[in-house]
């Protein structure tokens, strides 16, 4: 690979195929040091809807800010979803504008739930942008814990789950993004069900090696590869093997560990939507 000539200086880039991270990869686990902590969710206690006003999440200059002078912060609805005969826990935030752009699916990773991008202010940042976005809490975890994995954790899911997941939320072809944890279910499904992946945003994924390079080339989803240079492990190894979709680009995070959008948000947010913005 040709080495990109960027000043560090410079918080994030995205990086064109082909092009490889200016610096080293060093130290990192989901658990970075460093950043923001998000407290865990406590368990459903109802089933019905409940509206958040999220906070202002922190910003760059360039992206729309919600709760900014004259304008209204989006409201989060919170409600629940049968998938496979579970009850998942799940978040939504609608763009002011009739007709969103696109649609995004947040997944999240071990430690974290759909709280995490509430909390981070993915999804107020998302909706203010023009998209809707809707993350879920996955079975096992944050406010979806009554309901059963499909499969052993760091064992690709069958992709019949996310599938469902689809349909059941009526999402149409999505953006999926997946950090950590959630590659368990991305991947699969995006091998398999590409046509549910409007673009896919891994973020350091898990169980990338379990699939071959050969299977990699025949996804044509447009991708965006993000992970920070403090994470060793999974950010250079998600990166290795997703190099191998054809249709990718690379945002790289300087100074942030695995969960490298709690580290630098303003970063992730500005790189997802100029990413975002590039898609038809």
Known sequence: MTRCRRSLARPAALWPRGAAPPVPWCGGEEAS???RRVRSSSPLATTGQKVHQ?????????????????????????STVTVQGQSLFYRRAEPAQAVPRLTVLLLHGIRFSSETWLQVGTLATLAEN???????D???LGRSKDAVAPAPVGQPAPA???KAVSEALDLGPAVVISPSLSGMYSL???????????AYVPVAPICTEKFTAQQYAQIKTPTLIVYGD???????TS???LKHLPEHQVLLLPGAGHACYLDKPNEWHRGLLDFLQQLK
Not at 54 to 78: F, I
Not at 188 to 198: G, Y
Not at 230 to 236: I, N, P, V, Y
Request: with cysteine.
């Open 138 to 140: 996955l079975p096992g």
């Open 130 to 136: 023009g998209y809707r976005a809707v993350a879920i």
């Open 239 to 241: 990166l290795n093997n």
């Open 160 to 162: 019949a789950f996310l």
């Open 33 to 35: 040091g460093g950043r």
């Open 188 to 198: 699969p499904c995006l091998l398999e069900h590409s046509q549910l992946f409007k």
């Open 230 to 236: 403090q994470d060793a492990e999974l950010g250079q």
């Open 54 to 78: 999220p906070s202002r999440p922190h910003l760059s200059p360039q992206l729309t800010a919600p709760g900014s002078p004259g304008m209204a912060a989006p409201r989060v609805t919170e």
